[in-house]
């Protein structure tokens, strides 16, 4: 299978949209399915939205593509090829959605699940046919980040893996083929990142401004050209042996989640979607910086496009 006639995606929250926007524009008949008729209803407009930023962007549309909301999950699955699932990251509603769909769909389909971490293994347990089930951890926002870790559970079959790498790259996609293990390799590196930097803002060592001033411009964009590991390479392996071996033992290690963030969602401070959290926004600023980011995003894929991979 390269690109699915027809997919279905179960739960249009943050990342089910974009997810459709991308398989549609390949040219699948896309039906997305929520037990949510407002979150269909904002799901419609951010498809529109995922769609504006992939014109802005210049990707393909290939003609047959469409997209369609439903609130009926039978009428969302049938005959269906290809299902993405992307409900809530709660195992046991994952699970009881993976047994509505198979309840449905027909022994060849392939079910795929967006968690974030949850193993692919657990979640299988109680599948009637595990073997088709697998991983596809796409990055947010999905119509925006070229790249879809590919995630095999104990029993997933190796022709699934091979089907799904296929279709990823058939939308023009990297797949990146891993073992499964706790939160999935980008989450991995994601929150070490993340870790280091609230110790080192909670140790007052730097304000949160310039740590991001510092992580975006001697580290992401420098990333986003070499990967870690051929920066490895380009540093010089002894340079690295030599600051690893004062370095590592003086980087944050802690088991807990910050304190300071535990006591900002203690206080109801989330972040965006509150209003306020590490950074406050003023009236307008919240729409303003995620526009800048999508705009930020956008113009960065573009640059990368026509570079040489390194
Ligand atoms: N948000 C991210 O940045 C991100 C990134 C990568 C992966 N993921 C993963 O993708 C999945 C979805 O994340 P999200 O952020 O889009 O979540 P979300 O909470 O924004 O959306 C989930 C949607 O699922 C719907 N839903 C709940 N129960 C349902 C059911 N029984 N049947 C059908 N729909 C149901 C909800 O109404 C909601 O619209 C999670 O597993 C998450 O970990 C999220």
């Not at 279709?167 to 280091?196: C, K, Q, S, W």
């Amino acid at each position: 299978m390269s690109i699915p006639s027809i997919a279905t995606v179960v739960g249009s929250g943050i990342m089910g949209p974009g997810i459709a926007a991308v398989l549609a524009r390949a040219g699948a008949s896309v039906r997305v399915y929520d037990i949510s008729t407002e979150a269909l209803e904002r799901a419609a407009a951010g498809l529109n939205l995922a769609n504006t930023v992939l014109d802005q962007l210049g990707s393909d549309s290939v003609e047959g593509g469409s997209v369609e909301f439903l609130s009926d999950l039978g009428a969302a699955l049938a005959d269906s090829q290809f299902i993405v699932e992307a409900v809530p990251e709660k195992l046991e509603l994952k699970k009881r959605v993976l047994a509505e769909i198979e309840a449905t769909v027909a022994p060849t389909a392939i079910i795929a699940t967006n968690t974030s971490g949850i193993p692919i293994t657990t979640m299988a347990e109680g599948m009637l046919e595990p073997g088709r089930f697998i991983g596809m951890h796409w990055s947010n926002p999905p119509h925006l980040i070229p790249m879809i870790e590919v995630i095999k559970g104990e029993q997933t079959r190796d022709e699934i893996q091979d089907e799904l790498v296929a279709i990823v790259y058939a939308f023009g996609y990297e797949a990146v083929i891993e073992r499964e293990t706790p939160g999935f390799v980008e989450n991995r590196i994601l929150y070490a990142i993340m870790r280091e930097c609230l110790a080192l803002v909670d140790e007052g060592i730097v304000t949160q401004e310039a740590l991001d001033v510092c992580v975006k411009w001697g580290i992401g964009y420098k990333l986003s050209v070499v990967g870690p590991m051929r920066l490895l390479d380009m540093a010089g392996l002894d340079t690295y042996e030599n600051v690893s071996g004062y370095l590592n033992s003086e980087l944050d290690n802690s088991q807990s989640t910050s304190e300071l963030i535990s006591r900002l969602t203690a206080e109801g401070r989330l972040g965006m979607k509150s209003g306020g959290g590490l950074f406050e926004y003023g009236e307008g600023e919240v729409a303003a910086k995620r526009a800048a980011i999508v705009q930020g995003l956008v113009a960065a894929r573009k640059a990368l496009s026509s570079v040489e991979s390194v």
